[in-house]
């Protein structure tokens, strides 16, 4: 920096020498004494010139017209010591500039310095001097002041030159120039600057934030150093990335974003295979934060309800607890028990049974029933299951054929075939000779309740009941009757005669003759045949031999009698083997008159011949 100087002669008696921002030398016009002259500087706002450094005596010299008084400086002897005046400093020994021989104190109270300006030998030098002797005031004034370095710095006087000293930020021959640091930008995210000037100054704050799905990476504030740097490097925003997801089992994930690093707001869909269910949420996004907006869902293998059957048994392909798609499960029941629905159901990828579960129904017997009979069942159920006993009985004339009781196997099957009630039959009547037998019903077989009633032929009289009835214990009430031949009372031995009958018989029976003879000379009184009549009667009073008053005619009457008896019993008997001829003829016709058994257990009267 080069001072421009110029010389400037005013008629207030001094002249300035003045540079433009660099020391101001002023020098009074009249000679003064060193006090004066330090007033007379005082008075003009400056202070006798002190020299910085050795050139500026020499640049003194050669600016400086020539005075034969030469010129005082602001070095003067206090306390025994060369002090500067305008600083109150000691001169240090390395500044000294005096002339040759000098400061010799020649005289008492040299105690004040003035430079030799073009004297010719030691110019530029210093001279001690008496302070009463009379010189030029050379004055100086810095050309610094409060606004030299923009108050940004601190300005260092200088021959020739002044130079400002910048405080940290500022730069600039007069620190002017303020230090900016590079703009500050970030990529989705802002700044905030302590000064929101477009220029970020030295000692400004920035802060960076983050848009959304973003996170900063780096400080978060930075500060403008005085270097016009940066504290540190200037922070980025990176996109949230959520934590890799984990490789599903059994399933799939698809995600919206498919670059490696997931970002923020990237969705991802999970799906699962066949056989497998999602358990959790089906989609996750990133977050804002880095964080999935739910947990990693997981594929659970799909199970189908727990299969059971009540009396009986479940027998999967896969033991373990829970049956997943695919397994078969076979169902068998219990004995007594019958699979009702599918045996075999296979768990779907769907968690559902292929077919609804089967399940195990109680065996039934067919009802039991029986006809004019009850049942009675151990169990009252309608339906008969395995193990029921039912026991049979029969009402009333009725008798049961088969087992009473019958019990219900495990295969639905009653042990035996059901038993039936037969209604009760009476024995079979025997043939009743001499009679006939008529019943209520007619059937073969007699059932109880049914009367059989007896009749005898004539001549024939019936012991025993006439009717019997078939009772409910298959009993008649009373042993079957018969017919027995009515007899007629016993003949008296008729006196004086006798009596000779068809039937010798010892009962003389229904159809009986007795024909009574007299002995000689006694004449029969009476019916000379009595028959024994079916009413057990003879058909007269009996005869009796009286003493005869002409026995030839009897006799006579009698082989009359005889002879005609004897011819008439010829006669029937050839009668009767004609009729006998004639039948063979004809084939044993039966004859109205003459009819057999026709019907078992009903009679026909028995003709008989008299
Ligand atoms: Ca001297």
Not at 255 to 264: H, L
Not at 551 to 577: K, M, R
Request: negative net charge.
């Amino acid at each position: 920096m080069t001072c421009l100087w110029f010389l400037s002669l005013l008629a207030y008696g001094l002249t300035i020498l003045e540079g433009v921002n660099c020391w101001i030398y002023i020098y009074s016009n009249t000679n003064k004494t060193y006090d004066d002259a330090e007033k007379w500087c005082h008075n003009h706002n400056a202070k006798l010139v002190a020299i910085q450094n050795k050139s500026i005596n020499g640049y003194l010299n050669e600016t400086l017209p020539h005075n034969p008084g030469y010129y005082w400086i602001g070095i003067r002897k206090i306390n025994d010591k060369w002090t500067w005046v305008a600083t109150n400093e000691t001169l240090k020994q390395e500044d000294e500039n005096w002339a040759t021989g000098e400061p010799n104190g020649k005289e008492k109270n040299e105690d004040c310095v003035e430079i030799y300006v073009k004297r010719g030998k030691d110019d530029g030098k210093w001279n001690d001097e008496k302070c009463d002797n009379k010189k030029v005031a050379l004055c100086y004034r810095a050309s610094c002041n409060g606004s030299t370095c923009s108050g940004n710095g601190q300005c260092n006087e200088g021959f020739n030159n002044y130079t400002c000293e910048c405080n940290p930020g500022f730069y600039g021959r007069n620190c002017e120039l303020a230090v900016t640091c590079p703009a500050p930008s970030i990529a989705n995210g802002s700044v905030a600057c302590s000064d929101p000037s477009a220029n970020v100054t030295w000692g400004n704050n920035c802060t960076f934030t983050c848009e959304e799905g973003f996170v900063l990476e780096g400080p978060d504030t930075l500060q403008c150093e005085s270097s016009g740097n940066w504290t540190k490097e200037q922070p980025s925003c990176e996109a949230v990335t959520c934590s890799a997801l984990t490789p599903i089992a059994n399933g799939s994930v698809t995600c919206s974003n498919p670059s490696v690093n997931v970002t923020w707001g990237t969705n991802c869909t999970f799906t699962c295979e066949e056989g497998f269910i999602l358990k959790g949420q089906d989609t996750l996004q990133c977050g804002s934060s880095g964080n999935w907006t739910e947990e990693q869902p997981s594929c659970e293998a799909v199970t189908c309800p727990a299969p059971s059957i009540a009396h009986g048994s479940v027998n999967c392909s896969d033991p373990s607890v829970n049956v997943t798609w695919g397994t078969n499960c076979t169902f068998t029941c219990e004995e007594g028990f019958v699979l009702e629905g599918q045996d075999t159901l296979q768990c779907g990828s769907s968690g559902n049974w292929s077919e609804e579960q089967p399940s195990c129904e109680a065996v039934t017997c067919p009802a039991p029933s029986i006809a004019h009979g009850s049942v009675n069942c151990s169990d009252p159920s309608v339906n008969v299951i395995w193990g029921t006993n039912c026991t049979f009985t029969c009402e009333e004339g009725f008798v049961l054929e088969g087992p009473d009781t019958l019990q219900c196997e495990s295969s639905g099957n009653w042990t035996k075939e059901q038993p039936s009630c037969k209604a009760v039959t009476c024995p079979a009547l025997t043939p009743i000779a001499n009679g006939s037998v008529t019943c209520s019903h007619p059937s073969a077989n007699v059932t109880w309740g049914n009367n059989c009633t007896f009749t005898c032929e004539e001549g024939f009289v019936l012991k025993g009941p006439d009717t019997l009835h078939c009772e409910s214990s298959g009993n008649w009430t009373e042993e079957q009757p018969s017919c027995k031949a009515v007899t007629c009372p016993a003949l008296t031995p008729i006196a004086n005669g006798s009596v000779n009958c068809s039937d010798p018989s010892a009962n003389v029976t229904w159809g009986t003759n007795c024909t009574f003879t007299c002995e000689e000379g006694f004449v029969l009184k009476g019916q000379d045949t009595l028959q024994c009549e079916s009413s057990g009667n003879w058909t007269k009073e009996q005869p009796s031999c009286k003493a005869s008053e002409r026995p030839d005619v009897n006799y006579v009457y009698v082989g009359i009698a005889a002879i005609s008896a004897s011819v008439l019993t010829t006669a029937a008997f050839f009668l009767w083997l004609a009729r006998r001829l004639r039948k063979k003829a004809k084939k044993f016709t039966p004859s109205s008159s003459c009819q057999s058994l026709t019907t078992e257990g009903s009679f026909q009267h028995v003709g008989r011949t008299v």
